[in-house]
């Protein structure tokens, strides 16, 4: 079945960047929109970007838009989450999630749109 595996977490400093990646296995990437969202202790799950099955379009929450990036290659089945200008309002368990969905959809950047996530990695901003 479909999983995702999350990795490229890991501490860095304030103003910093990092890269997640998003494996993807049990399925044709190109055909699945992955979703990046992020939780930090004692808040909800939020949605951070989207990225269409072809990788043509992307939608991004307004908190880090202009600061993040998320692209995906298809024939290596991963999907990218670059994060540049951090902030220690970033800090967050990280998880990408595959959806039948549109990232144009209203929904799109909303939890329960999701079926299958990964296991999350964890992101820590030093300030």
């Known amino acids: 079945q479909l999983q995702l595996v999350e990795s490229g977490g890991g501490l860095v400093q304030f103003g910093g960047s990092l890269r997640l990646s998003c494996t993807v296995s049990?399925?044709?990437?190109?055909?699945?929109?992955i979703s990046w969202f992020r939780q930090a202790p004692g808040k909800e799950r939020e949605g951070v970007s989207c990225?269409?099955?072809?990788?043509?379009?992307?939608k991004y929450a307004d908190s880090v838009q202009g600061r993040f990036t998320t692209s995906r290659n298809n024939a290596k089945n991963t999907v990218y989450l670059q994060m540049n200008s951090l902030k220690a309002e970033d800090t967050a368990v990280y998880y990408c999630?595959?959806?039948?969905?549109?990232?144009?959809?209203?929904?799109?950047?909303?939890?329960?749109?999701?079926?299958?996530w990964g296991q999350g990695t964890q992101v820590t901003v030093s300030s």
């Open positions: 999630a595959a959806g039948e969905t549109f990232c144009s959809n209203a929904m799109a950047l909303q939890t329960p749109v999701y079926k299958t």
């Open positions: 990225i269409s099955e072809d990788g043509r379009l992307t």
């Open positions: 049990g399925y044709t990437l190109r055909y699945t929109v």
